[in-house]
T-cell receptor, first 113, second 114 residues
Framework: DGGITQSPKYLFRKEGQNVTLSCEQNLNHDAMYWYRQDPGQGLRLIYYSQIVNDFQKGDIAEGYSVSREKKESFPLTVTSAQKNPTAFYLC????????????FGSGTRLTVV | AQSVTQPDIHITVSEGASLELRCNYSYGATPYLFWYVQSPGQGLQLLLKYFSGDTLVQGIKGFEAEFKRSQSSFNLRKPSVHWSDAAEYFCAVGDTGTASKLTFGTGTRLQVTL
């Protein structure tokens, strides 16, 4: 079945370490997105990519980095510069048409200790 | 800039009762509007969406929403709530540019009592 896979589901890291969250989709979707979710704040856009080798900052990109070397993959790195990295991270993908068919992954919960 | 307001953080309803979740948006043109549902620790599932046309939109799981331009609202309704509807609900507005970014509200957590 086609879908979007985020791994791992839970991730623990020590403060000051960089960590990379995986997002893979086999839907042949063009665009991919990373959102951060905190209690009471909804989802906020970190980065998005519409085509391979191109990506744009979202509303809260500071302390994060991404790459888009393959259409299927859009990994997110949470760097040590991110002041409050503990959160739930959601990846999404979408076909470039007008119907807004977002598909979301099941998320990665990152805890920094 | 576009924005979404969900004024109710937490709502509790009895099973079988009707439900209305409020959503107000701010957008300069005709908006693309969405409702998503999220179970704990999971991703988001699309309930319904509005692009244009009929202002009453039917979705999955018996949900519907009505677009009211004069009130800048897109409230979600269900005539009879089931215990399995307990979850968090998010309203979102999409830009009409090529990036098609979604801006989400802060969510409403629905609790269903038996």
């Amino acid at each position: 079945d086609g879908g979007i896979t985020q791994s791992p589901k839970y991730l623990f890291r020590k403060e000051g370490q960089n960590v990379t969250l995986s997002c893979e989709q086999n839907l042949n979707h063009d665009a991919m997105y990373w959102y951060r979710q905190d209690p009471g704040q909804g989802l906020r856009l970190i980065y998005y990519s519409q085509i391979v080798n191109d990506f744009q900052k979202g509303d809260i990109a500071e302390g994060y980095s991404v790459s888009r070397e393959k259409k299927e993959s859009f990994p997110l790195t949470v760097t040590s510069a991110q002041k409050n990295p503990t959160a739930f991270y959601l990846c999404a993908s979408r076909k470039q048409d007008s119907t807004y068919g977002y598909t979301f992954g099941s998320g990665t919960r990152l805890t920094v200790v | 800039a576009q924005s979404v307001t969900q004024p109710d953080i937490h709502i509790t309803v009895s099973e079988g009762a009707s439900l209305e979740l409020r959503c107000n948006y701010s957008y300069g043109a005709t908006p693309y509007l969405f409702w998503y549902v999220q179970s704990p620790g999971q991703g988001l599932q699309l309930l319904l969406k509005y692009f244009s046309g009929d202002t009453l939109v039917q979705g999955i799981k018996g949900f519907e929403a009505e677009f009211k331009r004069s009130q800048s609202s897109f409230n979600l309704r269900k005539p009879s709530v089931h215990w399995s509807d307990a979850a968090e609900y998010f309203c979102a507005v999409g830009d009409t540019g090529t990036a098609s970014k979604l801006t989400f509200g802060t969510g409403t957590r629905l609790q269903v009592t038996l």
